[in-house]
């Protein structure tokens, strides 16, 4: 079966080039020519699925550009401060992959700061992000990730601590974060004037607030608010970006300096050839066939199994994908169903084998959503959480223990 054929923009001296919809995106000292970043995803974005996301941006560039930002995994900063096996595997990058981007959780400011000091000091990074973002009850119900920027002055401190840290080394350092835990505290303008003040080099908003989690819909209006109050550095949409043209939208509606893709890539990582392009002022979109589909998911095992160095463990691995990658098309729950038991390279090739490659792309049943979207909830959040917006000392308590309980991919 054929590998997935991406469409290049033009880049000639003899054409004209389509004019650009954006200017190259600046974080820090890296120049980003398709203002694009891969959203960390716990269990997802691996030295794997970064590989493929990036070769596909890469080839939906110009000859002459670069590849978009692909950033990891959420890891913990205590357990890369006392390096752990498991973070730091997740650590790890391609060769060939630049900038190097690592997103870090952490809610004690001196134990970010060390990890970012690591991470800088030891040349694993090129980008940090903190995550202010994730809404997982194991993480909010110790004051992080959704919840910490509530508390003002922690924040400030969290952000002010890896920036002091990786700024010797010229290492940017970023801020990924929603627009509230609920809709009655709502924290995304004074977290981004925060973050703005303290140094960072870019923020990004999903427009959900935590307690949405990922369902119903992103409110693209509170990045467009969020533009117009911080305006020295990029700020970066994201939420329900399902399409190029999502994205497109996006950016025209609420100005914002470039897009955070999650979801709208899972099983699809030739989304970033069709982002690429569209940024470009290119309308190429790639529709694989059947037999491309299949030919990018054994890919997709194949890394998994180099990344895991366990042929078992990378194809375990690759069955939580079957679904986003068959989405659409008509092969069968019976086929799907033994995909999903698949534990070794040689039982994959043999199913993929069985399809009929030349099936077309099914078009609108293969778009929009992908991923759970759940349901809204009641955000877990430490004793007394909102009653100020200053720690107590049982508060204090609970965010020094946070990342003793909450582990790497959370």
């Known amino acids: 079966m054929s590998a997935i054929t991406t ?12 004019e650009r919809l954006l200017p190259p995106l600046q974080i820090g000292r890296h120049t980003i020519d398709s203002p694009v970043v891969l959203a960390p995803m716990a269990g997802i974005t691996n030295r794997a699925f970064r590989r493929l996301c990036r070769q596909a941006g890469a080839a939906g560039q110009p000859a002459s550009g670069a590849t978009s930002l692909y950033v990891s995994e959420m890891i913990t900063s205590r357990a890369l401060v006392e390096r752990t096996p498991v973070s730091m595997k997740l650590i790890e990058h391609d060769p060939e992959e630049t900038p190097r981007s690592i997103q870090l959780y952490g809610v004690d400011p001196a134990t970010v700061g060390r990890a970012v000091d690591m991470l800088v000091s030891e040349d694993r990074a090129d980008h940090i992000d903190l995550n202010f973002g994730c809404p997982v009850p194991k993480v909010t119900r110790k004051g992080g990730g959704a919840a910490l920027p509530w508390k003002t002055e922690l924040f400030r401190g969290v952000v002010s601590a890896a920036v002091r840290a990786a700024t010797p080394y010229d290492v940017p350092v970023t801020v990924k974060m929603r627009v509230g835990i609920d809709s009655d505290h709502i924290t995304f303008l004074a977290a981004g004037r925060i973050a703005e003040g303290e140094g960072a080099a870019a923020v990004a908003l ?3 607030t935590a307690s949405q989690a990922y369902s119903g819909q992103a409110d693209w209006s509170r990045i467009r608010e969020l533009k117009q109050s911080v305006t020295s550095i990029p700020v970066l949409g994201n939420g329900d970006i399902w399409s190029a043209e999502d994205a497109v939208r996006m950016v025209a509606e609420t100005g914002c300096d470039g897009v955070v893709v999650g979801r709208g890539c899972l099983g699809r990582p030739w989304l970033f050839a069709d982002l690429a392009a569209a940024f470009a002022g290119s309308d190429l979109r790639v529709t694989p066939t059947l037999g491309e589909v299949a030919t990018t998911l054994r890919q997709h095992a194949e890394y998994l199994v180099e990344f895991h160095q366990d042929e078992g463990k990378g194809c375990r691995d690759i069955r939580k994908h079957i679904a986003w990658y068959f989405k659409g098309f008509p092969v069968g729950g019976a086929f799907r169903n ?5 534990d070794s390279l040689a039982a994959l090739d043999d199913l993929i084998d069985g399809l009929d490659p030349s099936m077309p792309w099914p078009g609108d049943a293969a778009e929009g959503q992908r991923g759970r979207a759940g349901s809204s909830r009641v955000v877990a959040l430490p004793d007394g959480w909102l009653r100020s917006q200053e720690l107590d000392e049982t ?5 020094a223990r946070a990342e003793d309980t909450v582990s790497d991919g959370g």
């Open 338 to 342: 033994k995909l999903a038991l698949v």
């Open 395 to 399: 508060q204090r308590a609970a965010v």
């Open 206 to 208: 999903h427009a959900r």
């Open 7 to 18: 469409p290049r923009p033009t880049a000639s001296s003899d054409v004209t080039a389509p």
